[in-house]
């Protein structure tokens, strides 16, 4: 049971590349978002899933694309990478929204675009 | 201004001492408070979850309280060990799960 991983663990971009950030989960948890972590500020919501097919914005969702395919995976695509993204970034699930049990969260993605 | 804030932003104890860590909220209701221990450059990991009518929450050595006529919530940690030095993270849980989080209470434990 690994839990939820996140690949890759590190990644420099340049102003303008796109990239995908990896989410897995191997717990079948339906409920799965993603939250970037920066200096000074709380983790913000970024997209979030309910199940497989189904997604919806957070608080931060400009700039960012997501899918649902599979109950295991949800991927976060960068459009257009901007100086603005650079930041640490968390995928977490859990069984359900209000799932007593509490998120589980990846070990991160720090990502630096230049 | 935050919704969530958290105090103090840093704090330095001996080992085998007490502590507490505040967060302070301006929105209710809420579904849940949670507080979440972050070791550097690892995911949050939960610690206690508690529902707006609870008032206390234990998980081992950390204690969750929460108090809704003050809007406050408090995470006490007893016995500190070394393996304690983390981020602290208070969030307001509401509804469909739009997590509310705090900027955190760094915790340094010096043997």
């Known amino acids: 049971n690994a839990g939820v991983t996140q690949t890759p663990k590190f990644q420099v971009l340049k102003t303008g590349q796109s990239m995908t950030l990896q989410c897995a989960q191997d717990?079948?948890?339906?409920?799965m978002s993603w939250y970037r972590q920066d200096p000074g500020m709380g983790l913000r919501l970024i997209h979030y899933?309910?199940?497989?097919?189904?997604?919806d914005q957070g608080e931060v969702p400009n700039g960012y694309n997501v899918s649902r395919s599979t109950t295991e995976d949800f991927p976060l695509r960068l459009l257009s990478a901007a100086p603005s993204q650079t930041s640490v970034y968390f995928c977490?699930?859990?069984?359900?929204?209000?799932?007593?049990?509490?998120?589980?969260f990846g070990s991160g993605t720090r990502l630096t675009v230049v | 201004k935050n919704q969530v804030e958290q105090s103090p932003q840093s704090l330095i104890i001996l080992e085998g001492k007490n502590c507490t860590l505040q967060?302070?909220?301006?929105?209710?209701?809420?579904?849940?408070l949670r507080w979440y221990k972050q070791d550097t450059g690892r995911g949050p990991v939960s610690l206690t979850i508690?529902?707006?009518?609870?008032n206390t929450k234990s998980n081992g050595r950390y204690t969750a309280t929460l108090d809704a006529d003050t809007k406050q919530s408090s995470l006490h940690i007893t016995a500190s060990q070394l393996s304690d030095s983390a981020s602290y993270i208070c969030?307001?849980?509401?509804?469909?799960?739009?997590?509310?989080f705090g900027t955190g209470t760094r915790l340094t434990i010096i043997p």
């Open positions: 977490a699930s859990s069984y359900s929204p209000g799932d007593k049990i509490g998120y589980t």
């Open positions: 899933s309910v199940g497989a097919g189904i997604t």
């Open positions: 717990m079948n948890h339906e409920y």
């Open positions: 508690m529902t707006f009518s609870e």
């Open positions: 967060c302070n909220y301006t929105v209710s209701p809420f579904s849940n």
């Open positions: 969030a307001l849980g509401f509804g469909n799960e739009k997590l509310t």
